[in-house]
């Protein structure tokens, strides 16, 4: 879709799927698009750490291990065609682990993509040509003269922008929302975002081989078990099995401040239960995420974004999308659409979808 007006200034905060999809419409579209983020690069939960270690023979070793979605489904149409192009492009690969028998309730059949050789490379692609700034936490929004201008580290910088796109989980976008959008703020900082601790690592191979490359066991601390090597495009080797292992919500928000080592002994104790056999860790380690997932129910049925087309303001994400990545683009590139279907910036222009209307009435 090109824009029907002179192309705007576009300052996008979050680099994650959800930023990433508006961001590329919105830049496809004729609009001037700059992304901020705060983290070195792009991607948020679509995330591979970049592990490094020494091995026993004393050579450097860098195992990349996909520490946030370890993969996803597509069903909606919209989503699907995007993820269609993406594998022509290279950029994903379908992949249907073989699950272990004890992950109940797992669909066998259900594909899931992945980003290759690494998670984060799915944003990367649709950010291509687009303006990004790193390391570029934004901590408030101004607005004056019906312009936007953004504070980082306590310094407002001089560019102004028509519209601002916040793409980041709810609880982080509040505080930016209170002065410009204070419903949205409420309803935002209200969202329970569920937490994850991941354990992740590079062991030696088990007695036996395990049968299976993902499992989900039914109960315990444990929710997904990966052996990371086994998805297409990974380093694989003889001698070693990559893992990335995520707890439950609830098990992962009681120890939520937990000490990292604390938690990092008892997952590993979790997964030798799991595997009935003590791992031989090469090397391991524990992330938490704080804002792992959004709940599973819709914080706003029928609202897959916010606009408010009258402030020139917008926020995506998947707790709006409804959960997951699937739910991070849909929102993205819903949220673009609204924008260029409401000209800008112009009252009355374009039909009010309810998200704007709610918008207004914020
Ligand atoms: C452990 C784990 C397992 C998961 N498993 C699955 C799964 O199996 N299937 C599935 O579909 N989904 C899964 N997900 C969820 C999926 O990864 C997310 O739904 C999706 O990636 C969210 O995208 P987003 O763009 O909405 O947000 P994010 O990816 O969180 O992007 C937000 C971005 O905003 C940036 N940011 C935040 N605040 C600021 C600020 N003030 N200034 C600048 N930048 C800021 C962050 O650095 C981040 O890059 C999982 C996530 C995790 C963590």
Redesign the pocket.
């Known amino acids: 879709m090109r824009a029907s007006n002179p192309s705007k200034r576009v300052a996008v905060?979050?680099?994650?799927?959800?930023?990433?999809a508006a961001a590329r419409r919105l830049a496809d579209a004729g609009h001037d698009v700059q992304v901020?983020?705060?983290?070195r690069g792009?991607?948020?939960?679509?995330?591979t750490r970049r592990a490094e270690w020494i091995d026993r023979q004393d050579a450097p070793r860098t195992t990349r291990l996909d520490?946030?979605?370890?993969?996803?489904?597509a069903r909606d149409d919209r989503f699907r065609a995007f993820v269609a192009e993406a594998v022509g492009a290279g950029w994903l690969t379908p992949w249907t682990p073989v699950w272990s028998s004890a992950g109940l309730g797992v669909d066998e059949r259900a594909e899931l993509f992945v980003a290759v050789p690494e998670m984060p490379r799915l944003c990367r692609e649709l950010l291509a040509g687009i303006d990004c700034g790193w390391n570029?936490?934004?901590?408030g929004l101004l607005r004056g003269g019906a312009r936007w201008r953004l504070r980082r580290r306590g310094v407002v910088l001089p560019d102004e922008y028509d519209i601002v796109v916040l793409?980041?989980?709810p609880v982080?976008a509040a505080p930016?929302l209170i002065p410009h959008a204070p419903g949205w703020a409420r309803t935002a900082a209200r969202v329970a975002m569920r937490p994850?601790w991941?354990l992740m690592g590079i062991s030696e191979p088990t007695r036996a081989p395990p049968g299976w490359q993902a499992a989900r066991p039914p109960q315990g601390p444990l929710d997904?078990l990966i052996r990371n090597e086994t998805k297409p495009g990974r380093e694989r080797r003889d001698d070693e099995i990559h893992w990335v292992v995520?707890a439950r919500a609830d098990w992962s928000a009681e120890r939520l401040e937990a000490p990292g080592e604390q938690v990092q002994d008892e997952l590993e104790a979790a997964v030798d239960d799991w595997l009935g056999e003590s791992l031989r860790w090469k090397h391991a380690l524990v992330h938490r995420?704080r804002?792992?997932?959004?709940p599973v129910e819709a914080v706003e049925p029928g609202h897959l974004h916010w606009w408010d087309r009258l402030q020139g303001l917008g926020v995506?994400?998947?707790?709006l999308?409804g959960?997951?990545?699937?739910?991070?683009w849909l929102?993205?590139a819903t949220l673009a659409d609204a924008v260029l279907a409401s000209g800008t910036g112009a009252r009355g222009r374009g039909r009010a979808s309810g998200a704007d209307a709610a918008a207004e009435a914020a």
């Open positions: 905060v979050g680099a994650g799927l959800a930023g990433s901020f983020d705060k983290a792009a991607g948020g939960r679509l995330a520490h946030g979605a370890p993969g996803f489904g570029e936490p934004v901590e793409a980041m989980p982080q930016l994850c991941t997904w995520h995420w804002y792992a997932l959004p995506c994400g998947d707790f999308g959960s997951g990545v699937e739910g991070a929102s993205g």
